[in-house]
T-cell receptor, first 113, second 114 residues
Framework: DAKTTQPNSMESNEEEPVHLPCNHSTISGTDYIHWYRQLPSQGPEYVIHGLTSNVNNRMASLAIAEDRKSSTLILHRATLRDAAVYYCILWNAGGTSYGKLTFGQGTILTVHP | EAGVTQSPTHLIKTRGQQATLRCSPISGHTSVYWYQQALGLGLQFLLW???????NRGNFPPRFSGRQFPNYSSELNVNALELEDSALYLC?????????????FGSGTRLTVV
């Protein structure tokens, strides 16, 4: 499985934008970029995913670099509820990875009031 | 719409016993996934069931097994429990495999082996 690198932790202030980076220099052309977050004492929550183009949904935006070797999850206005561990995951439809998301250590986001 | 439901929320077992954990997916979702989240080890993929069949399996011993029923609900069985099996067991479901959708996770079953 192609690997991702994320900072261990980041901090933000409430109502400010947050940019969470993810490096994936060994990404293949058919790897999808998935983002999940996990709030304390809860199961992970799907945030967004994409393949090549930037994606937007009600929760966040995903900006994918032109060479796809990195991506950024953008929370437009952080709230206290956004404090969580954020996971950047590469998923490929082929081979032994089918149906399996491999979670790394993620980025712990702290949001200050 | 009801989310993914797991039962029980907490389970305490003695070493050597068997544990059975249950998962009901979101209505219409045919795929069910099981993950283990042990303290300090992160989320580890256990099993994937789709249409009643085991489709993929993580690096876990055979005493971890499961099944999916015709209504797409699923059971995870852990036999011969060991202390290190203490963890949060998470179930997720999806409409189709990950190309157009993400997983929806439940809140988990906290298994404690004493």
């Amino acid at each position: 499985d192609a690997k991702t690198t994320q900072p261990n932790s980041m901090e933000s202030n409430e109502e400010e934008p947050v940019h969470l980076p993810c490096n994936h220099s060994t990404i293949s052309g058919t790897d999808y970029i998935h983002w999940y977050r996990q709030l304390p004492s809860q199961g992970p929550e799907y945030v967004i995913h994409g393949l090549t183009s930037n994606v937007n949904n009600r929760m966040a935006s995903l900006a994918i670099a032109e060479d796809r070797k990195s991506s950024t999850l953008i929370l437009h206005r952080a709230t206290l509820r956004d404090a969580a561990v954020y996971y950047c995951i590469l998923w490929n439809a082929g081979g032994t990875s089918y149906g399996k998301l491999t979670f790394g250590q993620g980025t712990i986001l702290t949001v200050h009031p | 719409e009801a989310g993914v439901t797991q039962s029980p929320t907490h389970l305490i077992k003695t070493r050597g016993q068997q544990a059975t954990l249950r998962c009901s997916p979101i209505s219409g979702h045919t795929s069910v996934y099981w993950y283990q989240q042990a303290l300090g080890l992160g989320l580890q993929f256990l099993l994937w069931y789709d249409e009643g069949e085991e489709r993929n399996r993580g690096n876990f011993p055979p005493r971890f097994s499961g099944r999916q029923f015709p209504n797409y609900s699923s059971e995870l069985n852990v036999n011969a429990l060991e202390l290190e099996d203490s963890a949060l067991y998470l179930c997720a479901s999806s409409l189709e495999v990950l190309i157009n959708y993400g997983y929806t996770f439940g809140s988990g079953t906290r298994l404690t082996v004493v």
